[in-house]
């Protein structure tokens, strides 16, 4: 079964730096997006980065500049996130998305994100 691990939320000062990791198990795809999206508590969520197997990158444009996303395997991305600012506190989630013939959506679980003093 196709799970998606979580790593690397916590608690950082205003303007300090977070790196999140995610890793698919279970099952490679060949045509698929996969990234971050991020809520707050009574709130839509929202896209955060993605970045698709030919390595097209997207980013909200609350982010772009203070956050990069990157592939460090074929099914293991990592958000480096620079110059937190407390808005930028959610809950953030690991997406994968296939892209191809086979339609599918997949979430991880959430991990915490806090900016604060």
């Known amino acids: 079964q196709v799970r998606l691990v979580e790593s690397g939320g916590g608690l950082v000062q205003p303007g300090g730096s977070l790196r999140l990791s995610c890793e698919a198990t279970g099952t490679r795809f060949r045509l698929y997006v996969m990234g971050w999206y991020r809520q707050v508590l009574g709130r839509q969520r929202e896209l955060v980065a993605t970045i698709s197997n030919s390595e097209i990158v997207n980013y909200a444009d609350s982010v772009r500049g203070r956050f990069t996303i990157s592939r460090d395997a074929e099914m293991t991305v990592s958000l480096h996130m620079n110059s937190l600012k407390p808005e930028d506190t959610a809950v953030y989630y690991c997406?994968?998305?296939?892209?191809?013939?086979?339609?599918?959506?997949?979430w991880g679980q959430g991990t915490q994100v806090t900016v604060s003093s």
């Open positions: 997406n994968l998305e296939t892209t191809g013939w086979a339609l599918s959506k997949y």
